[in-house]
């Protein structure tokens, strides 16, 4: 009886040391985290004419109500399954996606691309009519907008692209890969933690 007894009170005693050292690993875990997250992980890019992830997704909207149904316009978002979205990191939209539809309104060749991204950025900033949304927190008017796109010394959509952030263009049609184009090379300014 005694012999049993001893043996029981060494189990509890092992179990209440595993708890308390599993309690300071997930401390230590959400500790470890939590630094990760605000000092290395990037949570934000800003684009050189002061768009971030927010803008682009509203541009990335809008573009695709203007353009539908012809076109479907999309970002990299999806390409990442959802646990890689909320534990790693949440994707930067810096990849812009047209998929056409409708082949008889718009031709999708790799020279259209080209075509399409060496043409003057006014054909997209004309369009604006109401405040530009570039940061959830940061709204140009149309004006604006054109004023700052000519101090950087925008010209083409390439540029306008490259300018709001986006790193790279894809043209599909019905799905398949016409043409991928990485656009001009220019620092994004990175925000570590929001």
Same mark, same amino acid.
């Given at each position: 009886?005694?012999? @049993?007894?001893?043996?029981? *009170?060494?189990?509890?005693?092992?179990?209440?040391?595993?708890?308390?050292?599993? *309690?300071?690993?997930? &401390?230590?875990?959400?500790?470890?985290? *939590?630094? %990760?997250?605000?000092?290395?992980?990037?949570?934000?890019?800003?684009?050189? =004419?002061?768009?971030?992830?927010?803008?682009?997704?509203?541009?990335?909207? @809008?573009?695709?109500?203007?353009?539908?149904?012809? &076109?479907?316009?999309?970002?990299?978002?999806?390409?990442?399954?959802?646990?890689?979205?909320?534990?790693?990191?949440?994707? =930067?939209?810096?990849?812009?996606?047209?998929?056409?539809? /409708?082949?008889?309104?718009?031709?999708?060749?790799?020279? @259209?691309?080209?075509?399409?991204?060496?043409?003057?950025?006014?054909?997209?900033? /004309?369009?604006?009519?109401?405040? &530009? =949304? =570039?940061?959830?927190? %940061?709204?140009?008017?149309?004006?604006?907008?054109?004023?700052?796109?000519?101090?950087?010394?925008?010209?083409?959509?390439?540029?306008?692209? @490259?300018?709001?952030?986006?790193?790279?263009?894809?043209? %599909?049609?019905?799905? *398949?890969?016409?043409?991928?184009?990485?656009?001009?090379?220019?620092?994004?300014?990175?925000?570590?933690?929001?």
């Amino acid at each position: 009886m005694e012999k @049993s007894s001893q043996t029981q *009170s060494k189990k509890e005693g092992f179990l209440q040391k595993i708890k308390g050292w599993a *309690s300071v690993g997930g &401390v230590i875990a959400i500790i470890v985290y *939590s630094f %990760y997250f605000t000092i290395f992980k990037t949570t934000n890019e800003v684009g050189f =004419m002061g768009m971030d992830k927010v803008g682009r997704q509203v541009f990335i909207q @809008s573009m695709d109500a203007y353009l539908d149904p012809n &076109v479907d316009v999309d970002s990299d978002f999806f390409d990442y399954n959802i646990l890689y979205r909320l534990v790693i990191q949440e994707p =930067m939209r810096t990849v812009l996606k047209f998929d056409i539809r /409708d082949e008889n309104e718009f031709q999708a060749s790799p020279e @259209s691309v080209d075509a399409f991204l060496a043409s003057p950025a006014s054909g997209i900033l /004309d369009m604006y009519q109401d405040e &530009v =949304m =570039m940061q959830e927190e %940061y709204r140009l008017t149309p004006e604006e907008l054109k004023q700052s796109a000519k101090d950087e010394g925008v010209e083409t959509v390439s540029d306008l692209l @490259s300018g709001f952030g986006f790193e790279r263009f894809d043209v %599909y049609s019905r799905g *398949s890969l016409i043409k991928s184009v990485e656009l001009p090379k220019t620092e994004n300014v990175g925000h570590a933690g929001g």
